[in-house]
């Protein structure tokens, strides 16, 4: 018994009988359809791809390439496999693939409500969720948020042909067919679609319908974090910024929480608009520290703002630039599993780093022990953001006891 199945909008299942002994059977029976239990076990795996959908996208290909690099580095702190779908076209879309990354996040709801909450900051439009990533982007770009609520075809059959960009090109010639739903072009006989159009619109339907796998080029981690960021108006004052950064800043985050390090020193510049005067210059730029390495993005947003009250701009502000100047790995703390005490309020450490930047790093000091036995001497005062400097021992000159150099 040969079995051959062919996997496309319509299932095609060959049986055909073979001898151990003589000539081969010619008989041969082919199925138009695949039983419920087999089509079980020859469907292929399905994902969970999640597409996000940026709005304001600029047209000039490098910043809009740009925005949407920075976007999938913000995603790859949920997963590895992040991809960009259609980057030059009417309406991209980055996909990520996080069947592996649910029992990390404590669960597909947990997940879907953190994405949610912060893709909004990104300047996201839509975002949908989907066994595969073309039927997720279709859905996205049609206004539906969960393509789990149905069954998958159920849910892509009543979609228009524009959701589907190799659908979309053979519109007007699918429109005179009389299809105006994704299902009408998926009930047309096979044979005639793949002699009449070309190759990717069956095989765009094919990896929307789940029955063939998808294959992206995904993402790969920067070794250094560096974005822009065009401003949708021009800013005149310094705190104003604190919008446009704040997009940066969660970029910034998704690196970091990707590479499992933290930051202590990052550089905000902006670029002055092209009307400017001579005397204004190019722009300017701004370098934040920290005492302790984080990636905590509201404690980082703080320490930004309190810094640009201090700043008064020279001309209107069109762009924004963040760098992380000093990077270094954290230690990852595991849970406990008995309950534990919870801390209320911040900690000293981030406390002292806040009022520092408002009133100013002399205006905020600690003391730092010294090896000295004078002691007016034994203690000197140092600004509280800057790390406390490693003092080993020092070698003493005089002789020491026999029992001590043992």
Request: proline content about 7%; hydrophobic content about 45%; glycine content about 6%.
């Amino acid at each position: 018994l040969r079995l051959q199945a062919r996997f496309g909008i319509d299932w095609e299942l060959r049986v055909q009988l073979l001898k151990r002994k003589g000539p081969s059977h010619d008989t041969e029976l082919r199925l138009p359809s695949i039983p419920g239990g087999l089509a079980d076990i020859l469907t292929p795996r399905l994902q969970h791809p999640s597409p996000l959908l940026p709005d304001n996208l600029p047209d000039d290909p490098k910043p809009r390439t740009e925005a949407l690099d920075g976007l999938a580095t913000w995603c790859l702190q949920f997963t590895p496999r992040v991809a960009v779908l259609e980057a030059l076209l009417s309406c991209p879309g980055v996909v990520m693939e996080l069947e592996q990354s649910l029992r990390l996040f404590g669960g597909k709801r947990r997940l879907v409500e953190r994405v949610r909450e912060e893709c909004v900051d990104l300047g996201v439009r839509h975002l949908a969720w989907a066994p595969t990533s073309l039927a997720a982007l279709a859905l996205a770009r049609a206004g539906v948020s969960n393509g789990f609520a149905k069954p998958l075809a159920q849910l892509l059959d009543a979609l228009p042909l524009e959701t589907l960009t190799q659908v979309a090109v053979h519109q007007a010639t699918l429109a005179r067919l009389g299809c105006q739903t994704l299902g009408q072009v998926r009930a047309l006989p096979r044979g005639g679609l793949s002699r009449r159009f070309d190759a990717q619109l069956l095989g765009a339907l094919d990896q929307a319908y789940g029955l063939r796998p998808d294959g992206h080029a995904w993402t790969q981690l920067s070794e250094t974090f560096h974005a822009k960021l065009e401003l949708m108006a021009r800013v005149e004052h310094a705190p104003a910024m604190i919008f446009g950064a704040r997009r940066l800043m969660l970029q910034m985050a998704g690196w970091l929480l990707a590479r499992r390090s933290g930051v202590t020193a990052f550089t905000l510049r902006w670029c002055h608009d092209a009307m400017r005067s001579k005397a204004a210059g190019d722009g300017g730029e701004m370098t934040v520290r920290t005492a302790h390495a984080t990636r905590d993005t509201e404690h980082l947003m703080r320490l930004l703002a309190e810094h640009l009250v201090k700043v008064e701009l020279l001309a209107p502000v069109g762009d924004l630039e963040l760098v992380a100047n000093e990077v270094h790995p954290l230690e990852e703390k595991s849970f406990s599993m008995l309950p534990e005490t919870k801390q209320s309020g911040e900690s000293l450490a981030l406390v002292l780093e806040r009022i520092a930047a408002r009133l100013g790093p002399d205006r905020v000091l600690r003391p730092v022990l010294v090896e000295d036995h004078r002691m007016e001497w034994m203690c000197r005062w140092r600004p509280a953001p800057e790390r406390a400097p490693r003092i080993g021992c020092r070698p003493l000159d005089l002789p020491q006891p026999s029992f001590m150099l043992a």
